[in-house]
């Protein structure tokens, strides 16, 4: 990690800008004067970079999940669809990194100390929460990470791997929540609703948060020996504490207005109009045309899941006419994808559309899948059928426009009951509990979190070793289609910090050998 002995208070007042609030801050920078900043201005620029890390570092993990791919032939793009990096000094893939240890770091403490201080405690308990979720991603995502020590005034930093991350995630939980719990000085209903763009100040949805991350982090030791005995009931536990419908999913809002304050993904910021990263992959089409529990349709015009038409383009890029094909890109096929509609200003990807970070769904098809572990198939089976009413909920919302004119919302793409029934009814769903496969929810789990949930899918092809009896439509890769010989399971942290300034902690891990990406993160192994 690269030395930081400067508080640089200043990143807060600047990355306010960035997503249009009103400048706050009018600082002339002295470090031998640091400013003193109240908790909530730090917030709504932390929340900014959420959304943006996240955003910016699943375009490359969609590359492994083959969620979304590209059509350059620059081997800076190609590479990953090949499960491997462009090495040299890139930091591409490492903007959760900085996001963890710098667009918040400092930030992020500071947010914690002054609320503190002045009893803010919902900010107190916002920050808990915001860095359980952060490193939470951040270990998923690399492995071994920098937990302590990381804003010392020093050169190096020492990792520590899964287990210990995890551990902390649960502190800092139960931190939020103890805090959550407290009484603050003052009404702070204004400056949450002003500041907080996430949940406006509605603490009972950022305690569900909580919930959803605790969930998250228990399910992560899905593949270890006593998971059964030790873990699995407190998935269970969780996720019926956490989100009870889609109108509690986490997400950064968006107000769309101007490109300041536009979505991530909208065509305003840019982060998916690179043909690097910009064609849907063969896997969702698959699933939305048949291919969950029978046979994808090839070259379908039309499929009885009503989410086709919704989530997905047809026809070709290149010309303005079309054919009513939906086509999706091959890992690889580099320029053979340009015939792929690049996604942009539909469903999700609106300059106006909010940003999720978690979902009822998701939570929903964790649930079954660890009841489904446990032998509980009622509550396995009842939880994957609210996963998917659920995610056609969430696919109403993205669609939803609203009319400028009026200020009326309204939805010409929307959803039906009779559509959702019909397809509820049909073989693609599990219509007994009996029946229920794991590869039912994970393909459902895929188009659920498919767009936004990349972490998360990666997560599940890593802890199942993109086994294809399980991810059906996963475009199988094998031979000189992987760069190194296997799939990846880790991403390299920070070239920029760590490769630069802590390559001595780096070797100690292997992260200085070409293969330490292919190495299973420890999650992923059936031991301690």
Known sequence: MKKNNIITYVIAAVSLLTVGCKKILDINFSPSFPQEVSAELYLSPI???????????????????????GTSTDRASYIWEQHSYPGGVSDVGGVMWRMVYFNHGKNLENLLADSK?????????????????????????HGPIVLDGAYEDRLQFEYKDQPDVYKRVQVWCDSALYFLDQKSMADNTGILSKYDFMYGGNMERWRKFIYGVKALNYARYINKPDFLTNYADSVMKYTSLSFASEADNATVKFTGSSSENSNVYGQDQALLNSTYYNRAGAPILRYLTGGVRGEYEEEAKTSSDPRLSRMLKFGTSATTTTDSIYRAALPDGRSANSTVPAVGNFYMFKNTTDFPIMTYSQLQFIRAEVALKKGDLPVAHEAYLNGIRGHMTFVNKYTAVKDENQGTIFNPLEITAAEINSYMDSTEVAQTAAELTLADIMGQKYIAL???????????????RYDPAIFRQFVTRSGAELAQGSYTYRVRP???????????????????????????????????
């Open 450 to 464: 498919w767009g936004w949930g990349g972490y998360d899918i990666w997560s599940d092809l890593r802890k199942y």
């Open 47 to 69: 929340q900014y970079q959420i959304a943006n890390g996240y955003g910016q570092d699943q375009r490359i993990i969609n590359k492994f999940t083959q969620a979304m791919l």
């Open 117 to 141: 201080v002045s009893k803010k405690y919902e900010f107190t308990a916002i920050g808990y929460a915001i860095k359980a979720f952060d490193y939470q991603l951040l270990t998923d995502y």
């Open 494 to 528: 920070r070239f920029n910090s760590e490769y630069m300034w802590n390559a001595e902690e780096l070797e100690k891990w292997g992260g200085l050998e070409a293969n330490y990406v292919i190495t299973p993160t420890w999650f992923v192994l059936d031991n301690y």
